[in-house]
């Protein structure tokens, strides 16, 4: 089975979580990481990040929903941020980049696209399921 590497921003995990079409795309991919088809790239800076977001009492996510999202992503591979010289519009979506810019082979996953640099590495949810199932 070919394995994909991604790095997935937090707008794709806190989409997954409060939806609740389980055909969507961004559900579809957080189940394509729980059965091991996409191998999640993180550090501790998006670890944090995903945290203090998803713990936010907007969404009111049960605290063991959390904690599995987490542990998915915890199961994939961390590594140190390659640093970029692109102007972020967000500076703290640099280090979604910045990582999946140090895995040769990894994706960045995200909804907000017109945030990154247009480069093939880039992908939406939709764009990612398409790659992984052929």
């Not at 542990?71 to 140190?80: M, Q």
């Not at 703290?92 to 907000?112: I, P």
Request: aromatic residues 8%; proline residues 4%.
């Amino acid at each position: 089975m070919k394995r994909y590497y991604a790095v997935i921003d937090t707008n794709v995990v806190v989409s997954a979580l409060l939806s609740k079409n389980i055909q969507s795309p961004t559900v579809v991919l957080l189940n394509l990481i729980v059965d091991g088809k996409i191998i999640p790239v993180y550090n501790e800076e998006i670890l944090d990040e995903y945290r203090d977001v998803l713990i936010r009492k907007k969404f009111q996510f049960d605290a063991e929903k959390i904690e599995a999202a987490l542990n998915a992503i915890r199961a994939g591979v961390c590594v140190e941020r390659t640093v970029s010289d692109w102007h972020f519009p967000d500076e703290d979506d640099a280090v979604f980049y910045e990582v999946a810019m140090s895995v040769e082979d990894a994706y960045l996953v995200t909804g907000n696209i017109r945030h990154f640099p247009k480069v093939s590495k880039v992908v939406t949810p939709a764009e990612m399921i398409k790659i992984v199932k052929g």
